[in-house]
């Protein structure tokens, strides 16, 4: 396999920094040649503790060219983090840059390992060499840097499929100019919003990842760099469309966002304050390479969960919830019942890095078991309901926690909210719920009160209730709801009967 991948122009939002393509191709030759004195071979692991610059996407694939496989991992972890990782993949090289911890060196050293600095990229240039399609290409960690990590194996033919899906089910001419706002060390960021667009030839624009400063000027990135599209999470979407205003320069032609189940409100807020209509609730999953469904044509009326159609993926909502057998006809969901997610798509995974046992418990016969609850309505279009963990069943009643969500968050003063279970001497589970909300005036707190009995059923009015100042998210921006739970009972609840009685907060 011939990795002469056809790239485009790459720029970063903030520093105006940019090579063209002819820049990008001098700079992947001389870091492939660097690599390859380094002693960088076939199969080697070469660690990426740094991300959303241009250098990061010419080590990249210097790194394939040499066929070997990149770790990119977090930049903000501390060196104990990076060392579990680290100890776990054994890399052969890490690449740094100014941020990385010094102690790198020293874990390296400890590894039989060596480092190499980003910006020694000397002047020899080293030419396109072959590449095993099997080969592993990424190692991204979903878990573990200060435990038992868990990485996700993808080979090049794992991510040539997912990139051949998109380029099969989506307009190209919609990416001519893609930002990307999120992690470059995960499938999302990654494989999907930077990777695809910019090996199908398109040009790329990157942001450093979660910074509210940068969301606050997001209408204003986008008409500077005339961006076509970008994808984003839920929780970047809720505070720019508190705090940014809106583009102006009508260069967006298609809005993606994924990671967690977007509401209506927030994905018609989406199409307001942008000024596009083509606003996608895509699905995807770091072991499928991300994106697996969506709406081609997202111009669709919004619908609180609503995925859309696979893209050249197969979907099966089962009622079988583990990997002793394939899902079958027996199993399968009717249409619109909720069950657990299926997906078949040659963009899976190889495996999880060193652990058989886990890689048994999602994949059979080329299925992976997501985990997650979701329904096929009779138009065959996905909606997806939460994570299996995410249940709280309450007297045997299962209330999905991304419901409450999404009717509290409708509620015009509440800035950020998450549900999840709490343990009840009666039902065993019942729901609670943290919020942020603008004010915190109890009848702020009473009016949410009756705008939740509105429109919730009883069971799933929560019972406790916590007001923060913030939620808490993974580096991803993705909502812990265990650890949103264990970080609200370590403080009291809200007096919800005081305030609802008209007395003061407790």
Known sequence: MSLGLTVGNLSEAVSGRRWNVSEVNRQVARR????KSAGVMPEDRVLLPFGNRLEFFAELLAVWRLGACAIPIDSRLTPFEIENLARAANPRVAIVDETTPAEVDRIMRDLGGTTVEVTDTGNIESDILQTDAD?????????????????????????????NALRNNLPLTAFEWSLCLLPTHFGHGLICNSLFPWLSGNDLCIAPPFRPELIMRLGALIDEHQITFMSSV?????????????????TLKRLHCGSAPLSATVWEGIRTWSGCRQVCNCYGITETGSWVAGSRDASEPAEDGLIGEGWDTIIQISHQNDTSLAPNEDQRCAAGESGYVWLKTEGIMKGYFGRDDLTAAVIVDGWFMTGDIGAIDDRGRLFLRGRERD?????????????????VERFDRVTDVCAFPIEDPVYGQTP??????ADQDPNTIRELYAWMKSHLADHKLPSRWWVVGEIPRTSRGKINRDAVRAACEKQSPLDLPSVLAGGIRG
């Open 135 to 163: 080969a592993d290409a990424l190692v991204l960690f979903t878990s573990g840097s200060t435990g038992e990590p868990k990485g996700v194996v993808h080979t090049h033919r794992s991510l040539q499929a997912r990139w």
């Open 391 to 407: 249940e709280i069943n309450k007297g045997g009643m299962k209330i999905y926690p991304s419901d409450i969500d999404a009717v």
């Open 432 to 437: 609670g719920i943290a919020v942020v909300l």
């Open 234 to 250: 839920p929780s970047i979407w809720k505070l720019a469309l508190k705090l940014a205003r809106p583009p102006s320069g009508g």
């Open 32 to 35: 492939t040649a660097r690599l």
